[in-house]
């Protein structure tokens, strides 16, 4: 089965549990595990987190946008912001960098995306903001369907 959903809101922190609980909703349909479901709804946490905090520099004037995609065993979620973008995504990615240390950051969400998906693609350009991919095939619907 092939789905496809899309929404659109502001860059306010209450927003994350949106983003969060709408995925969830989304893919539920996919009879995921709890595990596969409470990783997938870390990622869209750590995403959208950082599209408001870093992004957008926690104004919450500004969209972000959500997509998710299922196909067969797979999920794929964008998450978009047209922040200020990243100069170094590679430096970013590094755990424990931070570009916010002020605010007791962690540095730790690109390496929590990246051990609990499959995929992660980060694609930034430094004025118009970013764009995280991220894939996860599912276990649960090949188990259910043998």
């Known amino acids: 089965m092939r789905n496809h959903m899309k929404i659109e809101f502001l ?33 869209v946490s750590e995403a959208v987190t950082n599209a408001i905090i870093h992004g957008y520099e926690d104004k919450p004037d500004q969209k972000v946008t959500l997509e998710c995609s299922m196909e067969n065993e797979q999920i794929e979620i964008i998450i978009k912001d047209n922040g200020i973008g990243m100069m170094d995504i590679e430096q970013a990615r590094e755990p424990l960098f931070t570009s916010k240390p002020e605010w007791e950051r962690s540095g730790m969400g690109f390496t929590i995306m990246e051990n609990f998906m499959d995929k992660v693609e980060i694609t930034s350009d430094e004025g118009t903001g970013t764009t995280i991919r991220l894939v996860k095939q599912l276990t649960s619907t090949r188990a259910l369907a043998n």
């Open 11 to 43: 860059s306010v922190s209450q927003n994350e549990s949106l983003a969060r609980i709408s995925v969830a909703a989304f893919i539920s349909q996919m009879n995921p595990t709890m595990d596969e479901l409470t990783d997938i709804k870390t990622v």
